[in-house]
């Protein structure tokens, strides 16, 4: 494989993928390893490590295909809910570095768990950091 990233080997057709759209910024393939049936991820042609590495076009070009693909999807698959999920590095759940959007279709009783414990900060750390995401956001 001439490319490292399995993703741009992908894109490039150096392996094989059940292709659903491309265009000139996105390349759109069913899961190999689907979480349920018609687990989809949305690819940059391009590739882009992490969110953060986007460029504004494909940044501006993502939601609008994700709402379209999935549209597609629940016309054909009639799933009773959606997660769109999105992990950048290791410590959030992405496995493989080249950007990617998981549409994943829910179904009524499916084995698919999402599991987390919410915090419960106090007010004062709320303050805090609203406070600094403010002042950043201003500039």
Same mark, same amino acid.
């Given at each position: 494989m001439k490319?490292?990233c399995?993703f741009?080997?992908?894109?490039e057709?150096?392996?094989?993928?059940y292709?659903?759209?491309e265009?000139?910024?996105?390349?759109?393939i069913l899961? #190999?390893?689907?979480?349920?049936?018609?687990?989809?991820?949305?690819?940059p042609?391009r590739?882009?490590e992490?969110l953060?590495?986007?460029s504004?076009?494909?940044?501006a070009?993502?939601?609008?295909?994700? #709402?379209k693909?999935?549209a597609?999807?629940h016309?054909?698959?009639?799933f009773?809910?959606?997660?769109?999920?999105?992990?950048?590095?290791?410590?959030?759940?992405?496995?493989?570095?080249?950007?990617?959007?998981?549409?994943v279709? #829910?179904?009524?009783?499916?084995?698919m768990?999402?599991q987390y414990?919410?915090l419960?900060?106090p007010?004062?750390?709320?303050?805090?950091?609203?406070e600094?995401?403010?002042?950043?956001n201003?500039?």
């Open positions: 490319n490292e399995l741009c080997a992908i894109v057709g150096d392996m094989p993928s292709k659903l759209y265009d000139e910024l996105f390349y759109v899961d #190999r390893f689907p979480k349920c049936l018609g687990h989809t991820l949305i690819l042609k590739h882009a992490h953060f590495a986007l504004a076009d494909e940044a070009g993502l939601f609008p295909l994700a #709402r693909i999935a597609v999807l016309k054909v698959l009639e009773d809910g959606l997660n769109l999920i999105q992990n950048n590095g290791a410590s959030a759940g992405q496995q493989v570095n080249h950007f990617h959007l998981h549409l279709p #829910r179904y009524d009783g499916d084995a768990i999402m414990e919410p419960d900060p007010k004062e750390e709320f303050e805090a950091m609203l600094k995401i403010i002042a950043l201003m500039q």
